[in-house]
């Protein structure tokens, strides 16, 4: 089972998508840790990745492919998935598609979860507090939310062409929304 989780940055895809990856036993791939990784690894991709996450815009494509591709060709994704930041845009999404079908395999579910600008700057402002993420004071997070609007929005639409994005209000309590998201996945 392969799991998209959408929504802007801030709406809970990292807590959500652990939750759930524990529930059904697949790994959380997290283009979001990848980077950092890569950052506190101090390699050259890790340097332009920083470059961009520090100005709060994407990190391109070629960045993030190559490790994408490593965390699918692992053994413990053979059944499945949930991606987390990855794919960002309608490139991105055909992407995964043709690599997904490549291995037989397709995306199960899309869920968006869904949170209103004033919840979503007050989550990544006590982030910001409480794990010191660079990426999270305020300037960058109203870029964040421009990007997202612009870039990363149209992927509802991509898939909800398909007739494959399920909604998920996302305000509630943590096991509120673990519990929508288990009812629209049936496990």
Not at 59 to 64: G, N, S
Not at 159 to 182: H, L, M, N, S
């Amino acid at each position: 089972m392969f799991i998209l989780l959408l929504g802007a940055p801030g709406a809970g895809k990292g807590t959500q998508g652990a939750l759930l990856a524990a529930r059904l036993g697949i790994p959380k791939i997290t283009t979001g840790d990848l980077l950092r990784a890569a950052v506190a690894a101090d390699t050259s991709l890790g340097r332009e990745a920083k470059r961009h996450m520090d100005q709060g815009t994407l990190v391109p494509d070629a960045v993030v492919l190559g490790l994408i591709k490593d965390e699918l060709d692992a053994p413990r994704a053979k059944d499945g998935a949930i991606f987390d930041g990855f794919p960002r845009t309608a490139a991105q999404a055909e992407l995964v598609d043709r690599t997904l079908a490549e291995r037989g395999q397709r995306l199960s579910h899309v869920l968006l979860l869904d949170v209103a600008d004033d919840e979503l700057v007050r989550r990544l402002a006590g982030r910001a507090g409480t794990e010191g993420r660079s990426d999270d004071t305020p300037e960058t997070v109203r870029t964040r939310l421009q990007v997202y609007r612009r870039e990363t929005a149209p992927l509802v639409a991509h898939y909800a062409q398909r007739g494959a994005v399920q909604r998920v209000p996302a305000t509630g309590g943590v096991d509120e929304v673990a519990k929508e998201i288990q009812r629209l996945v049936g496990r």
